[in-house]
C-alpha cells in the first residue's frame, strides 16, 4: 500500500497531518517537549495571550466532572511583552506552524496585538478567541454577538497580514450564524468549540466552588455538541474548520473530519496523556489504513449533504 497522505490545508496553511494541540493544554511548546516530538503535530496552538500579563483565576481552578473537566484559568499569561521576551525564542526554533490565541476585553485590545504580532515572522496564524468563559467583560461578551465577531475579525484583519482563525463559543443559539459573521469579517479559518459554560457547588461550603461561580467544561461530555456544530457550520461556510472538543481517541478525530473540519484539535485529551495528539495521529492513520484510503482529503466532509 502508499504511504498514506495525512496532509491537510487551512487556507494558505499546509499541516503535514490534522491534529494540533488546543490553546491552553500544551502551554507554549516547551511544556509538553519531554512527552513528545513537537514536531510531528500538524500544528501548535500556544495558550492565549492578553495585552498585560494575567494571573488568572483564584484556585481552585479545575474540577473533574464525570466525563470530562470545568475549567476557571482565567487566561494566566505573560502579556504581550512577556510572551515576546521570554517565548518568542523557543516558538521560533519549532519547524511546524504555530498559532498564537490572543483575547481582549475590547475590540482595540484585539488590534493592538494583532498589530504587536504582525511583526514576527515565525507565527503562522492568530487564533482570535471570542469565546473564553472564564473573564468578565470579555470573551463570551464578544463570541455571542455575530455584529461584535464581524467587528472583531474585520479590524484584526485589517491590522494583521497573515491568516486569522476565529474562535466560537458553542455558548449560543445558532452557531451558523456566528461562524457565518466571521467569514464576512475576513477570517481564514474557525475553530469550534470552546468550553461549554457550566458550574460545580461544594457541599461543605455551600457554594459555587470557582469564584467566578461558572467555569468551562471541555472532555468526552461536550464531544457530541462539538460534533454537531462543526457539522452545522461546515454546511454554512466555505472557509476551512478546525473542530475540537472532547476528542480523546483518532476515531473522535475521524469523525471530526468526516464531519467537514479540515483538522482537528486536542486539548483535554492531553491533560490526561500528554502524547496523546501522536497517539490520535497514529490512530487516524490506522483507521485510513483499515479503510484502504491513501489521501486524508478523501474523508474531509463526506458525512455533509
Ligand atoms: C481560561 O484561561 O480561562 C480558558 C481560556 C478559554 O476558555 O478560552
Do not use: W
Amino acid at each position: 500500500m502508499k504511504e498514506i497522505d495525512l496532509s491537510t490545508k487551512l487556507g494558505e496553511i499546509t499541516l503535514k497531518n490534522p491534529v494540533i494541540t488546543a490553546s491552553g493544554t500544551c502551554g507554549y511548546g516547551q511544556e509538553l517537549e519531554d512527552y513528545m516530538d513537537l514536531e510531528q503535530l500538524g500544528a501548535l496552538t500556544v495558550k492565549g495571550i492578553t495585552l498585560q500579563a494575567k494571573t488568572g483565576n483564584p484556585v481552585p481552578r479545575i474540577v473533574e466532572t464525570p466525563a470530562g473537566i470545568l475549567n476557571s484559568i482565567g487566561l494566566e499569561n505573560p502579556g504581550l511583552e512577556g510572551f515576546l521576551a521570554d517565548k518568542i525564542k523557543i516558538i521560533k526554533g519549532y519547524q511546524l506552524p504555530v498559532f498564537v490565541n490572543i483575547s481582549g476585553y475590547s475590540i482595540e485590545d484585539f488590534v493592538l496585538l494583532a498589530e504587536k504580532l504582525a511583526e514576527i515572522s515565525c507565527i503562522a496564524a492568530l487564533e482570535v478567541n471570542v469565546s473564553c468563559p472564564n473573564i468578565p467583560g470579555g470573551g463570551l461578551a464578544f463570541g455571542t454577538d455575530p455584529e461584535l465577531i464581524y467587528q472583531i475579525t474585520k479590524q484584526v484583519k485589517a491590522a494583521y497580514p497573515g491568516s486569522v482563525i476565529v474562535k466560537l463559543s458553542p455558548n449560543v443559539t445558532a452557531i451558523s450564524d456566528m461562524a457565518i459573521a466571521a467569514q464576512e469579517g475576513g477570517a481564514d479559518i474557525i475553530s469550534l468549540i470552546n468550553t461549554l459554560q457550566g458550574m460545580a457547588i461544594d457541599l461543605e461550603r455551600q457554594k459555587p466552588v470557582f469564584a467566578n461561580t461558572f467555569g468551562g467544561l471541555s472532555g468526552p461530555a461536550i464531544k457530541p455538541v462539538a460534533l454537531r456544530m462543526v457539522y452545522q457550520v461546515a454546511q454554512k461556510i466555505k472557509i476551512p474548520i478546525i473542530g475540537m472538543g472532547g476528542i480523546m481517541t483518532g476515531q473522535d478525530a475521524v469523525e471530526f473530519l468526516l464531519a467537514g473540519a479540515s483538522a482537528v484539535a486536542i486539548g483535554t485529551a492531553t491533560l490526561i496523556h500528554p502524547d496523546a495528539p501522536l497517539m490520535i495521529i497514529k490512530e487516524i492513520k490506522a483507521y485510513l489504513q483499515d479503510k484502504k484510503i491513501n489521501n486524508i482529503q478523501e474523508i474531509i466532509g463526506k458525512v455533509l449533504n
